[in-house]
């Protein structure tokens, strides 16, 4: 007689387990806590490896404190434009750098500021002499308000001009980069990657608040 109980073997319970388990949420998940996030998230540095690390709101806030010595620190959101500053012909010579982009930021654990320009290759870094970002502040005492590690100057230059200042936060620089990365043709871009550039910068132009004393502080 076959009986219509509900079979107790190993396999069975397995197939019924099978069935019955929720299908995985589809999306990005935080990097730390694996819970789900919108493509809008927020982002950690971890400060040794250098790499960025998307987050939950949750994750994002126990490392907003920037005095804090931790190990990870969260991206702020914050971009300001510097009406004034220029980078002359001869101090963007001295920042080695081959294309008219670049942004530059501080590793707190390297003690040094860094530059980086975009190229086929993604973001290479500039042999930046260690004097030529003290040369700048001085000139634009202005520019001294970046917080280490997670914001970045981003500096466009302009055909004879100094062209245009934005402070960033660092996420968006990786972001262009890699938009740029894609594009890129020849030594210059190419109209493409150019056209990429207008659009960001006009992007940014529209987030950003002019820079003020406070912001020093």
């Known amino acids: 007689m076959i009986s219509g109980s509900r079979s107790t073997s190993p396999v069975a319970s397995l197939l ?7 299908q995985p949420v ?3 998940r935080c990097e730390m ?6 493509p809008g998230h927020s982002h950690v ?3 040794e490896s250098r790499a960025l690390m998307c987050s939950c709101r949750a994750c994002y806030l126990l490392f907003s404190d920037q005095d804090a010595h931790l190990r990870y620190r969260a991206v702020p959101e914050r971009y300001l434009s510097f009406d004034g500053p220029t980078v002359d012909e001869r101090t963007w010579d001295s920042l080695q750098i081959p294309v ?9 654990v390297q003690g040094r500021t860094i530059a980086f320009y975009p190229g086929p290759a993604g973001a290479t870094e500039s042999e ?8 700048i502040v001085e000139a634009n005492p202005e520019l001294d308000v970046l917080l280490p590690d997670v914001e970045a100057l981003l500096v466009r230059r302009g055909d004879g001009s100094g062209g245009s200042c ?4 660092i996420d968006a620089c990786y972001e262009l980069v890699g938009r740029l990365r894609t594009l890129w043709r ?6 493409e990657a150019h056209d990429a550039m207008d659009a960001f910068f006009a992007h940014v132009a529209e987030r950003s608040r002019p820079a003020t004393l406070d912001d020093r502080s």
């Open 16 to 22: 019924r387990v099978t069935r019955n388990r929720p």
């Open 26 to 28: 589809a999306g990005e």
């Open 33 to 38: 806590c694996a819970e789900s996030i919108d």
């Open 45 to 47: 540095v971890n400060l």
């Open 100 to 108: 008219g982009l670049a942004f530059l930021f501080r590793n707190s």
């Open 128 to 135: 930046l002499p260690l004097d030529a970002w003290d040369t």
């Open 166 to 169: 934005h402070l960033v936060p």
């Open 186 to 191: 020849g030594f210059d871009g190419g109209r």
